[in-house]
């Protein structure tokens, strides 16, 4: 099954229903501005000079804090991101995953232009301050 797109508007509109927003930012993009009420769990981590490296154990962290049939819309900044672990979730298993096209801050062509406005420039909710148990920190901790 083809893997389900939506907008920052319908995304919040799942939200506002239950659904759970992950968050796939590094960190620091997730500490500097993120949907209210995000999840931050990283496809990929920042490195040297902002780089990016794989987060070999991403799969296996959203495993242990959400269920397989947990309501995820998936996130990132443009939707390049979230696209790839949207389809490594459903491939795991999870059964209710939607990706955010434009993500957190746009998609735009090679022009500049456009494509599809993210949650920010639709004028959605914003926080810098996650909700406790939400940050990468808290959701990577093994529990006890």
């Not at 659904?19 to 920042?46: K, M, Q, W």
């Not at 397989?68 to 990132?76: H, I, S």
Request: aromatic share 6%; glycine share 10%; charged share 20%.
């Amino acid at each position: 099954m083809p893997l389900v797109r939506i907008s920052p508007t319908e995304a919040q509109a799942r939200m506002s229903a239950g659904a759970t927003y992950l968050d796939v930012r590094s960190v620091p993009e997730f500490e500097a501005g993120h949907p209210a009420s995000a999840r931050n769990i990283p496809i990929a981590h920042a490195g040297p000079g902002g780089m990016l490296r794989d987060n070999p154990s991403f799969v296996e962290q959203v495993k242990a804090n959400f269920p397989l049939d947990a309501r995820l819309v998936v996130g990132c900044r443009t939707g390049v991101r979230s696209q790839r672990a949207a389809l490594m979730l459903e491939a795991a298993g999870f059964t209710s995953v939607v990706e955010m096209r434009g993500g957190f801050a746009g998609e735009h062509d090679p022009m500049g232009r456009v494509v599809e406005a993210g949650w920010v420039a639709v004028g959605l909710p914003v926080s810098t301050t996650a909700e406790p148990g939400a940050s990468f920190h808290e959701l990577s901790t093994p529990r006890t």
